[in-house]
């Protein structure tokens, strides 16, 4: 079946990177676009940015331009999102989701990173 | 300020329907079908209910539809069941400064 598999939780200091992964599995992972979304506590969701595997192009949320890299290795089958300049409001789980033309499925089981002192 | 404008919250009893609004404007949901609905229980990740604004995917109850007029999406549950208590959002393709938006959320509390 198709699956994504979000790396661990972290922890992070204010000011550092954190890089989460998403290994997918039970599809062709280059036909289709990976999507990372965020919710902070309590919060709704936010889309940060995609990268269809194939071709290597990114969209980035202006929101996270300059901060947020997205990359995707297709021998692992796996994307990364890195992101920088961490500060507390960063705190938040981040989803990895399959763009499936204009829908998202499925969705990681998400990625818990706290930024604190 | 999320993109897209949902109820905080609804209610219903069980057996009894419920419909959740989802509202942007002309450049998100009034300009294309591209809406789709995500059911999410705590401490789980969203879940496809419902895509370009009224199919249904293999797996989810027939009793999740979806609907559009003008710029305000719905969806509605029917014959609710204490297992659709969750935060429900929706999301639409849209031309503005980013590809895709999110609503805020709306939590269904099943009486």
């Known amino acids: 079946q198709v699956q994504l598999v979000q790396s661990g939780a972290e922890v992070k200091k204010p000011g550092s990177s954190v890089k989460v992964s998403c290994k997918a599995s039970?599809?062709?992972?280059?036909?289709?676009?990976i999507s990372w979304v965020r919710q902070a506590p309590g919060q709704g969701l936010e889309w940060m940015g995609g990268?269809?595997?194939?071709?290597?192009?990114?969209n980035y949320a202006q929101k996270f331009q300059g901060r947020v890299t997205i990359t995707a290795d297709e021998s692992t089958t796996t994307t990364y999102m890195e992101l920088s300049s961490l500060r507390s409001e960063d705190t938040a789980i981040y989803y990895c989701?399959?763009?499936?033309?204009?829908?998202?499925?499925?969705w990681g089981q998400g990625t818990l990173v706290t930024v604190s002192s | 300020q999320s993109a897209l404008t949902q109820p905080a919250s609804v209610s219903g009893s069980p057996g009894q329907s419920i419909t959740i609004s989802c509202t942007g404007t002309?450049?998100?949901?009034?300009?294309?079908?591209?809406v789709s609905w995500y059911q999410q229980h705590p401490g789980k990740a969203p879940k496809l209910m419902i895509y370009e604004v009224t199919n249904r995917p293999s797996g989810v109850s027939h009793r999740f539809s979806g609907s559009k007029s003008g710029n305000t999406a719905s969806l509605t549950i029917s014959g609710l069941q204490p297992e659709d208590e969750a935060d429900y959002y929706c999301?639409?393709?849209?031309?503005?400064?980013?590809?895709?938006?999110f609503g805020g959320g709306t939590k269904l509390t099943v009486l």
């Open positions: 989701a399959r763009l499936k033309t204009w829908w998202f499925d499925p």
């Open positions: 990268i269809i595997p194939r071709f290597g192009t990114t």
């Open positions: 039970g599809y062709t992972f280059s036909s289709y676009s």
């Open positions: 999301a639409s393709y849209t031309t503005t400064t980013t590809p895709w938006v």
């Open positions: 002309n450049s998100d949901v009034g300009g294309y079908n591209y």
